[in-house]
Structure formats: structure tokens, C-alpha cells
């Protein structure tokens, strides 16, 4: 199967759907791929890249189209590049199935099958092939670079000879995989981070990465189904921006990720927001581009309003990072749909069939539900909860099951000490203590805790490889008592050696 790399017609596009490393993939996966000259200039890919890694570089985009089975795009077709398309091919590309339903017209009357990258559902076997994530995380780090330029002031808290500086206070508003790596960024570069979502479930990621939850008093979870977050109550909405507000009187940089699938943005930082900010302030809305989380936001613009503040509805593009990552992902999309050898568009998938927007001439938009982590009703948590055994329940089951093996060992060795010599009894006495201080070190110990008893395990370790050595100078030892000495110092030995390797993996971790 031939597999067919365009260039993209829109010249604020800098990425392209493929590079020398997807390429080397592609072919691997049994693939002939063919690249359009100067494809990937852009993205400073050249052509002799491309053939260096096996691609064939053709010069027009008819012949592009007139050669691909496969056709892998970054941006939609458009007019021109899908007249150009043939019956059967496979098209693989952002399309936006929601907001572009002539699109898909267009694409399903002339036969092509095609798959919106846009529209891969967020289930954990799909995530290799989320292009929404992997633009999402570059997006996020951007977002608090370029911030950072336009604030002309340290994100970091210094304390200098000419005095002290104070940190920059940011405000990540929509805590998704942008969101995560906005703040993770200016967490980086030691600004105080503030972090805003309406799904509950994500304050733990928010703290877990230094910075502050904030909430409204307002007991509503934007958490759905699918993943993404729902449309708020008025009153949520209300308390949302009365919060916006108060934070913007003393937040130095604000960063907007809040989109919802199919839907304009959400308007979350409204004028009299923007108003409160002092001069020098910045505002990096990443939902520019489907209307903006702020008011005032220009999509494709960067701009400063009449008090200072700078509002940025456009950034760079990383386009060789942002390249590789959309490479990757349509590479693993490739290898679940068969690659060249048993590449076939099963139906029955849950990726395929509600990304494969066209197919055999029928739009399949939109596709069924797939939910991703429902959540449980309160009802149900509450059963549960009234169901499990209480504290002091657990309590007294422990004590008379500890009570009864008790009784039990106890019974045991008075029937044992009956019958054996007294100095078995003695050795086996020592075996059982041994046997209780190893569960008590090794098993009953929280296993975050076992790399620091490295140590006392291989001291133990070394007594047993001792005692072991000891036995095996008495030449009146019978010979079960030697194999038995044999195999503990053969297993203590292990113990040991893994010990010390465990240790030093763990010393490197600590070295730069």
C-alpha cells in the first residue's frame, strides 16, 4: 500500500504530517511512502531528509493525489485537494466533523473514507492516537513561554543585592492536558500557580503539581462521560466569574484552555475582568481559534487593550516537536488498523468507527456515545458506604482471627515438643522467629519502604551465608543438612547481589 504525504496549502500551517523518523515507521510497517516536494520546509524538514529515509519525493499534488491509498494530512482539504482525491482512498487529517458538515458532503460524494483525527474518543487504548492531547501539551508549554516574553518580568521570586523580587502569580483557567502543562511549565520556572477547572476530579493533578486548587461555593461537577467538561449552571457560571474577577487584582498572567467539543468556546474572562488586571498583565486564550475564553480576545491577533493589558489570541507553532508528535500518532492508528500487510477499516472498533467520519460514500457523523469514566451515582457511593463494615467491625474480626492462628501454632508446637528431641526443638524455635522477623521486615512493610531496607535485609542476608559456611566445616554434618546449607547460601546470595543492585540503580537516580 502506498501511503502519501501532501503539503499543506494554508500558509500559516507549518507542520506537515510526516517526518524522516514517521517515515522510517511507515516503511517498517510495510508502507511505500511518497512525499510532495518541500512538504516539510516549513517545519525544516528538507527533501533529501525525506529520501534519506526512504520516501519517494514527488513534485505536484496531483500526482500526490493520483498515487496514495493512503493520504496523510494536517489541516482539512480543501476544494481544490479533495477534487483531486480518488474513490477508496483513505484520508487521514483534522476535519472538525462538527463544524464542518459540507465538508463531509463533499468528501463522502467523492468515496473517500475519512478518518477526523479530531475525533478519536479519549479511552485509554486511543490515547498513542490522541492528536488533540499531543497538540494540546505543546500548546500548554507555549502558552507560559510566550506569557513569559510578554510579561517582561521574572516568573521566578529572586532575592538580589539590589533588592528583592517577587514571583509572578499565574492563573490556569481549565486544568485539561494544556492546562496540566501550562502549569507544569510556570511551576518550572517558579511562578505561583493558581488553577481553576469544573471537574472535581481534577484538583488532585492541579496540587500534586504545586499548584492551587481554586473553587467556587458551589457544589456542581462539570465531569462527563466523555471526558470532557459539560456547559455549567448560570449560578456555577456567576460564581465563576465573580471569582475570575477577584483573582485578576492580584494575578500577573492568565492562561485560557477551556473549549468544549462541537461548541464556541465558553466566555470565562469577561471586560470588567480584563479591566482589573494591572498594566503589564498577560492573557493567553488557546481557545482563540473557536471564540475565545476572553471577551475582548482577537483570534489570530496579539494585542494590547487601552489599560496595558496584553491579550494573545495566536501562538508560535513548534512545528518539527508538533510534527513528530502528529506523526507518531497516525502511526499508531496505521499499526491498529493492520499496517500495509492486513490494513483493513473494521467498523467494529471503537476507535475506527467513530473516527471514520466518512465511509463507502455515507457520513457517519455523528457516532454513538462512548463513554470513557462514568461516574458513579451519589446513591450507589452511599449503599456502598453503608454496606462496608466499620472501623471497629474490621477491629474485632482481626482480633479473633489472630486470636484463632494463635491457638492454632500454639496447639501445634505443644503436639511437636511432645514428640521431638530438644535440640530440634531449640533450631526450630530459631526457624520460626526468623521466619516472623522476615515477614514482619520484608512483607508486612509498605512496599515504598523496601529500598531503604536494602540494607538490613542483606545484613540478614549475610548472618544466614555465615551460619551456611559454618555447617559445611563439621564433617559430622549429614548430607539433607548440607543441601539445606547449600541452598540458603545460594539464596541468600541472590538476596544479597540484589540488594546492592537495587541500591545502586536507586544512587543513580540521584546523580545529575
Same mark, same amino acid.
Request: net charge negative; glycine share 4%; aromatic share 6%.
Given at each position: 500500500m502506498k501511503v502519501c504525504i501532501p503539503a499543506e496549502i494554508n500558509t500559516d500551517e507549518l507542520r506537515v504530517a510526516a517526518t524522516p523518523k514517521t517515515v522510517l515507521r511507515l516503511i517498517k510497517q510495510g508502507f511505500e511512502v511518497f512525499v510532495e516536494k518541500d512538504a516539510g520546509l516549513k517545519a525544516n524538514f528538507s527533501n533529501k531528509e525525506f529520501t534519506d529515509s526512504g520516501a519517494t519525493v514527488l513534485g505536484t499534488a496531483k500526482e500526490i493525489y493520483a498515487t496514495g491509498d493512503i493520504i496523510l494530512k494536517v489541516l482539512a482539504p480543501g476544494n481544490q485537494e479533495i477534487e483531486l482525491m480518488q474513490k477508496g482512498q483513505v484520508l487521514l487529517s483534522y476535519l472538525w466533523p462538527a463544524q464542518n458538515p459540507d465538508l463531509l458532503e463533499r468528501l463522502s460524494k467523492k468515496g473517500v473514507n475519512a478518518v477526523a483525527m479530531d475525533a478519536i474518543p479519549r479511552i485509554s487504548r486511543a490515547q498513542k492516537m490522541d492528536v488533540l492531547s499531543s497538540m494540546a501539551n505543546i500548546a500548554g508549554y507555549r502558552s507560559v513561554i510566550e506569557s513569559a516574553n510578554y510579561f517582561g518580568r521574572f516568573l521566578n521570586g529572586q532575592i538580589t543585592a539590589a533588592g528583592k523580587v517577587?514571583? +509572578? !502569580?499565574?492563573?490556569v483557567i481549565g486544568a485539561g492536558v494544556a492546562g496540566l502543562a501550562a502549569i507544569g511549565t510556570a511551576r518550572s520556572l517558579g511562578a505561583i500557580v493558581r488553577a481553576f477547572d469544573t471537574r472535581m476530579e481534577v484538583a488532585e493533578q492541579i496540587e500534586s503539581m504545586g499548584a492551587q486548587f481554586l473553587t467556587v461555593?458551589? =457544589?456542581?461537577?462539570? @465531569?462527563?462521560? @466523555?471526558?470532557? @467538561?459539560k456547559v455549567m449552571s448560570p449560578a456555577f457560571i456567576a460564581a465563576e466569574m465573580a471569582l475570575f474577577k477577584k483573582q485578576a487584582? =492580584?494575578? *500577573?498572567? $492568565?492562561i485560557t484552555t477551556a473549549q468544549i467539543p462541537g461548541r464556541k468556546a465558553p466566555v470565562l474572562v469577561l471586560k470588567e475582568c480584563v479591566d482589573t488586571l494591572k498594566p503589564g498583565s498577560v492573557i493567553v486564550d488557546l481557545a482563540a481559534s473557536t471564540g475565545g475564553n476572553c471577551e475582548l480576545t482577537k483570534d489570530g491577533e496579539i494585542y494590547t487593550t487601552d489599560n496595558g493589558v496584553i491579550i494573545v489570541g495566536k501562538l508560535s507553532q513548534l512545528p518539527s516537536q508538533a510534527s513528530q508528535l502528529y506523526g507518531n500518532n497516525l502511526c499508531h492508528l496505521l499499526d491498529d488498523m493492520g499496517k500495509a500487510e492486513n490494513f483493513k477499516i473494521d467498523m467494529e472498533d471503537d476507535v475506527v468507527s467513530r473516527a471514520m467520519v466518512t465511509h463507502n460514500g455515507a457520513i457517519n457523523w455523528p457516532p454513538e456515545p462512548l463513554p470513557v469514566s462514568p461516574q458513579k451515582k451519589k446513591e450507589d457511593i452511599t449503599e456502598e458506604i453503608d454496606d462496608a463494615p466499620t472501623p471497629e467491625e474490621l477491629s474485632k474480626k482481626k482480633a479473633k482471627s489472630t486470636l484463632i492462628n494463635l491457638t492454632f501454632i500454639g496447639g501445634f508446637l505443644l503436639l511437636l515438643g511432645m514428640v521431638a528431641p530438644a =535440640? /530440634?526443638?531449640q533450631h526450630f524455635t530459631v526457624f520460626v522467629l526468623s521466619v516472623f522477623i522476615g515477614w514482619q521486615v520484608i512483607w508486612n512493610v509498605s512496599h515504598s519502604l523496601h529500598t531503604p531496607l536494602m540494607a538490613v535485609t542483606n545484613a540478614i542476608s549475610g548472618i544466614i551465608v555465615i551460619g551456611g559456611l559454618e555447617? /559445611? !566445616?563439621?564433617? *559430622? $554434618?549429614?548430607?539433607?543438612?548440607? $543441601?539445606?546449607? +547449600?541452598?540458603?547460601i545460594f539464596v541468600a546470595s541472590i538476596n544479597i547481589v540484589g540488594g546492592f543492585f537495587v541500591t545502586h540503580r536507586m544512587l543513580k537516580m540521584f546523580k545529575k
Open positions: 517577587a514571583p +509572578a !502569580k499565574v492563573l461555593d458551589i =457544589e456542581e461537577d462539570g @465531569s462527563t462521560d @466523555s471526558g470532557y @467538561s487584582e =492580584e494575578i *500577573d498572567i $492568565i =535440640e /530440634f526443638m555447617l /559445611f !566445616k563439621n564433617a *559430622d $554434618i549429614p548430607l539433607p543438612l548440607i $543441601i539445606l546449607a +547449600a541452598i540458603a
